[in-house]
């Protein structure tokens, strides 16, 4: 039992155990296929047979591992079995939403559908998604303005300045709170907070920016403080031991290393927000036209954009639904590009 | 090395910036000539009932239009409650909404108030069919009375073999299918004409009262028009209300009026609002009706949402003023209302009706 | 550019205006997160609080007071996320080991790709999905469910149309899967490579490796990943709104169609046509959601916290 004994009998052992052929988990795979397929032709349900065959494949490799090489290896390889499914169950519908998407959008991307807004004068002309574009990117702008400093620098003092203590401790539990805050009532604090100020029905793509820039922030912080806790502090004390100021030593050392992180993280909130529906609804108001002024008047943006075509429920809105959607998500895929590119630019260099 | 990347990256953002606020959508340059053109300009809001949203958007675009789209016109579909605050407040020059003002709150009162005094205009703009929509394999046509179809909303009806709907349908073969009724899961002025219809018509089997939320627990809930619809014809046993412009392809129950059973139609549902009763004690400037739903005569159909457009008869403003008048003036027109009845699938005002609306539209700035 | 280099300035007073400005700026940052929190909670509260006492019929027709109102709704909530964490951490966990550890590169790097993409469809499109897409597709699941496992009460009597708390957990599940999965991939893949070649030079196969070295150092990041899931799964308005078929019945069926709905959706789906003492209801239930991610995260904390004191034992 005890570790000693463990060790005794290993020195017992041959230096090579025995190992199930390689060929060994293709083998239960098409085993459990095959069997999954059997159940499917005896009457039951097609989700009965690849739960059949997913059961099978799981319960007969680490089986047969276990039989042959021993339990660490059996846990090993039902592991190695279980992480892969995973990804397999996660991926395929994650694909296919994604295919729906693109298959379902691309019908409707043309020129007319970039460029032109839903402005019309005649009900007969064609419309298109411009005005929305440009609000989906101000009000996002606008957010990730807000957003990016306050959360980045608020990480920076819970992993370099709050050593722990209680305030430090209060933001990171009060910022974990934050990402539960249900979109629409960010919203409502929104519309609450600039109709106080400025009047009742105020509508500008800045109002929905502070929402959205509520839902933001702990993402942001959240992302960043996870990859500053990552930089080893060999670096930062490396640094210090030049005579580096703390500070620059943030500036030049910890960010550049965690930078990679931190884009993506902000990438992430980015994504995460510039698909959200309800407090725009709330806050920014509707246009037809284009609107450049993020201060004022009404501002659609891409998502709200969807829901009221989809509410709609004609054919053609179901199409311009879908169409937007693929925008939105060409824009996000390309604000990936970007970030990953200055991730790549501003790092430090290895070797 | 970064530094020179990273100075070459702030003006290029800049640069990048400026081009996508210089140019405007394209459709948006320039208005065509038009020898017919009204003359409007500057921008005009309204917000308020979602129900007329697709009516809202036909009219904007054709008095946008007339005006060379110099006129820009907004209506922010965001629910009649709020689009009657928002008018009362004055955020917004009009409003439309399903359910006619009420001094309950204090709400004419204070909508009395922002028009300076004067009495509130307020118009039937908006007349739809709610069709009760339902999907039987091999039933093409469907004759219900009140009474059954509270039932079946109510959970007391659970299978279309049942005798109730047999009686009423002597020729149909109804099939031994579970019924899915669909209602709205949000709150919404077609689900309160629908059930002011069942308590109304059927008060034995319907013992609710008519608000926005359907106060039954059970059956199929679907969000907005659209999800109704699509609920409703994609499930085989399903039956759901909705406004009949949207229900597409389904087929719509006959509902009892008098002795007969009729067929949703845009005329029916313009009789009815012809035959009901104006509201007690309302200014002149005022058409809110009590919508009539045990009418007798059969070429009415009760089943209808009813939704008005609330302005003022003068503003402080002369270009608001005209523009409220110049877009009024069209939506209550014959014109207008026939648009709305293409696009929106509404059905147009009776022509007395209409000519009424049209003299109280004319009061605006006289 | 500046003589920091060239001369060391720890002793001159210049480095500690630098510092003690960054420090204060860092400082004022975190302060706005708790200021933007507290005027958060104060507007909830000072709008809802009328709220909680309104007359019997604003909170009809399904209950009489406030608690009858918002108690289906916590419920309904708390399913459809527990429900959506049953299934996406797990998965989760296990794409982004997958990814940081298991796949190729060339198989992992476009799947991660995507699966950032993914946290960027409109909810609007997950509800589409959801309701036109994946219900109808899960009706036979749920029938053989309760055919089979019918004795556990979760599995009662089946919607027809698949519209359920279960497929409305399936779609939250998918909707935070991506952000679950990025923040935990990002955070294996820094384990340091070091920890990794000693776990394997001490004879570990690979799942040991990921035990002994890659989770202890991922920890907090993995919790975190999970508790932003919560959070979106707790606060997702749109795509509940559209899949889940509304009703009042408190069961502990997960299949039927008249499971009550989440705070968030009920929100989305009374706004538009209220009454000012509805509004200062919903508010109020906004409210309840608030505290209740208040608690979930003093629980998390506190668990998170205690497995902590015993590794350290």
Known sequence: ?351 | MNTPIRRALVPSVALLAIFATACGADNEKGGSDNDASTGLSGTLAGAGATSQEKAQEAWYTAVQGQNDGNLEITYNAIGSTDGRSQFVEGAVSFAGTDSYLKDDEGELTAAKERCGGEDVIEVPAYVSSIAIAFNVPGVDTLNLTADTIAQIFDGKITNWNDDAIAADNPDAELPDLKITPVHRSDDSGTTKNFTDYLGKVAPDSWGYEAEDAFPVSGGEGAEGTSGVVELIGSTEGAIGYADASQTGDLTAVSVKVGDEFVAPSPEGAANTVAVSEPVADRAETDMAVDVNRNVEDPTAYPVILLSYIIACQHYDDAEEEANVKGYLSYIVSDEGQSEAADYAGSAPLSADTAARAQEIVAKIGA | MTNTAASPDWTTSKAGIGDRIFAALALAAGLVIVGALAAVFVFLAIKGAPGFSRAADVYGPHATDFFGYVGPLLVGTLTASVIALIIAVPLAWGIALAISHYAPKWLGTPVAYVIDLLAAVPSVVYGLWGAFYLAPKTVPAYEWLHEHFGFIPFFGETSATGRTVMTAGIVLAIMILPIITAISREVFSRTPRLNEEAAYALGATKWEMIRMSVFPYARSGMVSAVMLGLGRALGETMAVTMVLSVGFDLSWNLLGSSSPTSIAANIALKYKERSADLLAVLIATGLVLFLMTFVVNFVARWIVGRSERKMAR
């Open chain 1, 1 to 351: 039992m005890s570790t000693f004994e463990e060790v005794e009998s290993r020195v017992h052992v041959p230096l090579t155990t025995p190992r199930l052929p390689r060929v060994a988990p293709i083998l239960v795979g098409v085993m459990a296929v095959a069997l999954g397929g059997l159940v499917v032709v005896l009457g039951a349900s097609i989700f009965v047979g690849v739960l059949a065959a997913a059961v099978t494949f799981l319960v007969a490799l680490p089986g047969w591992s276990y039989g042959v090489e021993g339990r660490r290896a059996a846990v090993d390889r039902l592991m190695t079995a279980l992480i892969w499914s995973a990804f397999g169950v996660a991926v395929v519908p994650l694909v296919s939403l994604l295919w729906q998407v693109v298959s379902s959008g691309i019908e409707r991307i043309d020129g007319t559908f970039l460029t032109y807004s839903a402005f019309r004068t005649q009900i007969d002309q064609p419309t298109g998604i411009y005005h929305a574009i440009i609000g989906t990117l101000m009000i996002t702008l606008g957010a990730a303005l807000i957003s990016v400093p306050i959360g980045v620098l608020a990480a920076i003092y819970l992993v370099e300045y709050g050593n722990k203590n209680r305030l430090s401790r209060s933001i990171t539990f009060l910022v974990d709170v934050m990402t539960g805050i249900p979109s629409i009532v960010a919203g409502l604090f929104a519309f609450a907070l600039f109709t106080l100020m400025f009047g009742p029905a105020y509508v500008s793509g800045f109002g929905g920016s502070v929402a959205l820039s509520l839902l933001m922030i702990p993402i942001v912080v959240r992302a960043t403080e996870e990859m500053l806790m990552l930089v080893p502090s060999d670096l930062r004390e490396a640094s210090y031991a030049l005579g580096t100021p703390k500070w620059r030593t943030i500036m030049k050392v910890v960010i550049p290393t965690a930078l990679g992180g931190i884009l993506t993280g902000i990438t992430l909130a980015i994504s995460r927000i510039i698909g959200e529906t309800a407090p725009l609804l709330l806050i920014a108001g509707a246009a037809t036209k284009t609107n450049f002024n993020l201060f004022d008047g009404g501002m659609t943006t891409l998502p709200v954009y969807i829901y009221t075509e989809r509410l709609d429920g004609s054919d053609e809105a179901k199409l311009n639904a879908w169409g937007a959607a693929l925008v939105l998500i060409v824009i996000v895929m390309l604000l990936n590009l970007v970030a990953r590119l200055v991730g790549r630019l501003f790092a430090p260099s290895k070797g």
